[in-house]
């Protein structure tokens, strides 16, 4: 299972965070990854822990102020990224944009998307993986393994009708290790989540127990 950590613009400590990722992931051999704020990816990236951005812009090169550009988000140490995150949608052609830019930066790809059916079109546009995080789960603790198993089996079965090579990822409400195994048996090949990080009082320890039942 990966275990990818959206800091969205949470107010945590980003290095200690990536740090005890980065320990955590060596301890257990779990692949865990951090995606931190575009301008805390060098520092993050740093730590040695997995870096991805948060989003990366339909663009190349060029005039496109307050864009964030790919290659530089690679040259910051990112070495994947988000794509139409819940709390950032893009238009469909820009989808498509940014998964061309992510390649051109050699940066793997997780395109979000709300629903099974949103995860199929996903799919199709050739992503690495894609996640389907409930919007109205998002932030509140209720995991969607559990509130909604049924949108992760259909979002997996949607994925693989399409292109069997996408894996599939699921988001919202994960914190446990629990909530990490339910995904793992719904078929979900890793959990994207963030509050159960981002804003526990130890997001070491927070952290362990997510990995724990992988170690
Ligand atoms: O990117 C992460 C997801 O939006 C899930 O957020 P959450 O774990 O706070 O529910």
New binding site residues.
């Given amino acids: 299972m990966f275990v990818l950590v959206?800091l969205?613009a949470y107010p945590c400590d980003p290095v200690a965070v990536a740090e005890a990722a980065q320990d955590v992931s060596e301890e257990t051999g779990v692949r865990v990854a951090i995606a931190p704020q575009a301008a805390h990816l060098s520092a993050v990236a740093d730590t040695g822990v997995e870096t991805w951005a948060q989003h990366v812009s339909p663009v190349e090169h060029g005039s496109h102020t307050g864009s964030t550009l790919a290659e530089a988000a690679a040259d910051a140490g990112a070495t994947g990224t988000l794509i139409n995150?819940?709390e950032n949608r893009l238009k469909l052609a820009d989808v498509d944009g940014s998964i061309d830019a992510a390649d051109r930066a050699d940066l793997e790809t997780i395109v979000c998307a709300n629903n099974p059916d949103q995860i199929g079109a996903a799919a199709a546009l050739g992503p690495d993986s894609v996640a389907v995080?409930p919007p109205e789960?998002?932030?509140?603790g209720t995991p969607v393994s559990k509130a909604d198993p049924d949108i992760v089996t259909d979002a997996v079965e949607a994925a693989a009708a399409v292109d069997e090579s996408v894996d599939v990822l699921c988001?919202?409400?994960?914190?446990t290790g629990d909530d990490v195994v339910s995904a793992q048996d719904l078929g979900a090949t890793g959990v994207?989540?963030?509050?159960?990080v981002a804003k526990a009082d130890d997001p070491r320890a927070a952290l362990e127990d997510l990995v724990e039942p992988l170690a």
């Fill in positions: 959206n969205k995150h819940s995080e789960l998002i932030g509140t988001g919202a409400g994960i914190s994207l989540l963030a509050s159960g």
